[in-house]
């Protein structure tokens, strides 16, 4: 197949090994003419996974437009707070496209990804579940949901990333899937915010935390009922909140030393889309009835020192 990918970081390189391993015509988009030019000549990215050499790479660059010609399918890698700077010009983005990304478009509209794209023209799949960047590029065994409306789309993500290390658990609840994507970044800097509590402080809250994120799903995605706890759905909340790849956790542990915001965001120095996906939800009306979800938007909007995270934790588990 000839195949799309939009994106340079880490996760777009683990998914560029799988579909490059599996055969494919692969036209990669990167953000920089030096990270294209270091891939091509080199077949390595110039500052992520230096140890890794990547099969030969048909077609690389910074042009959109050549990045998306006469291919089959496009696989959409960007952080969410990136899709409008590097989509936003186009008008019309027909065909299949998968959306690896998890976190909310920031605009005029506040989308999830798919809803983005659709509004484009797109037919959408949705692949996410825990999914680390770092031991998806190792051949770690991975367990992700691809959710689609449609058997035949399922087939094609199989046919672009399964093997025997990187497993597509087929699921019709796209909007959930997609939704437990957001949601469990913004659960993990929670997490991250009582790490020095120790391990069973930390058990006891992400039991909590399921609890509730089932209860969100259910106020934003009522005509869904995906299977909770299974690898694409509660294994991507444990994996965002206790791993230690997890920027969205290791911004939760700063916040929990007394770091503002953006000083913990500087520190991490890479993208936290928990943070971003924050400012999509201030709005949502009923975000007062969930404390733990509540308590985490007030502290990112600057309503509630971060220290205060700690003293809704030891309620939630009253």
Request: hydrophobic share 50%; with cysteine; net charge neutral.
């Given at each position: 197949?000839?195949?799309?990918?939009?994106?340079?970081?880490?996760?777009?390189?683990?998914?560029?090994?799988?579909?490059?391993?599996?055969?494919?015509?692969?036209?990669?988009?990167?953000?920089?003419?030096?990270?294209?030019?270091?891939?091509?000549?080199?077949?390595?990215?110039?500052?992520?996974?230096?140890?890794?050499?990547?099969?030969?790479?048909?077609?690389?660059?910074?042009?959109?437009?050549?990045?998306?010609?006469?291919?089959?399918?496009?696989?959409?890698?960007?952080?969410?707070?990136?899709?409008?700077?590097?989509?936003?010009?186009?008008?019309?983005?027909?065909?299949?496209?998968?959306?690896?990304?998890?976190?909310?478009?920031?605009?005029?509209?506040?989308?999830?990804?798919?809803?983005?794209?659709?509004?484009?023209?797109?037919?959408?799949?949705?692949?996410?579940?825990?999914?680390?960047?770092?031991?998806?590029?190792?051949?770690?065994?991975?367990?992700?949901?691809?959710?689609?409306?449609?058997?035949?789309?399922?087939?094609?993500?199989?046919?672009?990333?399964?093997?025997?290390?990187?497993?597509?658990?087929?699921?019709?609840?796209?909007?959930?899937?997609?939704?437990?994507?957001?949601?469990?970044?913004?659960?993990?800097?929670?997490?991250?915010?009582?790490?020095?509590?120790?391990?069973?402080?930390?058990?006891?809250?992400?039991?909590?935390?399921?609890?509730?994120?089932?209860?969100?799903?259910?106020?934003?995605?009522?005509?869904?009922?995906?299977?909770?706890?299974?690898?694409?759905?509660?294994?991507?909340?444990?994996?965002?909140?206790?791993?230690?790849?997890?920027?969205?956790?290791?911004?939760?542990?700063?916040l929990g030393q007394g770091y503002a915001p953006q000083a913990a965001l500087h520190k991490v120095g890479m993208v936290v889309e928990g943070y971003y996906a924050a400012q999509g939800l201030q709005a949502w009306p009923r975000q007062s009835e969930f404390p733990l979800l509540a308590?985490?938007?007030?502290?990112?909007?600057?309503?509630?020192?971060?220290?205060?995270?700690?003293?809704?934790?030891?309620?939630?588990?009253?």
């Open positions: 197949m000839r195949v799309a990918l939009i994106g340079g970081g880490s996760w777009g390189c683990a998914l560029a090994r799988l579909i490059l391993k599996k055969g494919h015509l692969l036209r990669w988009w990167v953000h920089a003419e030096d990270i294209a030019r270091n891939l091509q000549e080199k077949r390595q990215h110039p500052f992520l996974f230096p140890e890794v050499v990547f099969p030969e790479i048909p077609w690389v660059g910074t042009s959109i437009q050549q990045a998306l010609e006469e291919v089959d399918a496009c696989v959409l890698a960007l952080p969410a707070r990136h899709i409008e700077a590097v989509l936003g010009g186009l008008p019309e983005l027909p065909g299949f496209w998968i959306s690896c990304t998890k976190g909310l478009v920031l605009g005029a509209l506040i989308q999830r990804p798919s809803q983005y794209l659709r509004a484009k023209g797109a037919e959408v799949a949705v692949l996410s579940g825990p999914s680390h960047a770092e031991e998806v590029i190792q051949d770690r065994p991975t367990w992700v949901a691809f959710a689609t409306s449609k058997p035949e789309l399922y087939e094609v993500g199989e046919t672009l990333f399964g093997q025997p290390t990187f497993r597509l658990l087929p699921t019709p609840f796209l909007n959930a899937l997609e939704w437990v994507g957001i949601l469990k970044n913004l659960y993990a800097i929670l997490l991250g915010v009582v790490s020095t509590w120790g391990e069973n402080a930390r058990a006891a809250l992400a039991a909590v935390v399921l609890a509730e994120m089932q209860e969100v799903l259910r106020a934003l995605v009522p005509e869904e009922s995906p299977p909770f706890l299974s690898p694409g759905w509660a294994g991507d909340v444990l994996v965002t909140a206790f791993s230690m790849y997890s920027r969205n956790q290791r911004f939760g542990q700063l308590a985490v938007l007030q502290v990112l909007a600057g309503q509630r020192p971060p220290t205060s995270l700690r003293e809704a934790v030891t309620l939630a588990l009253r």
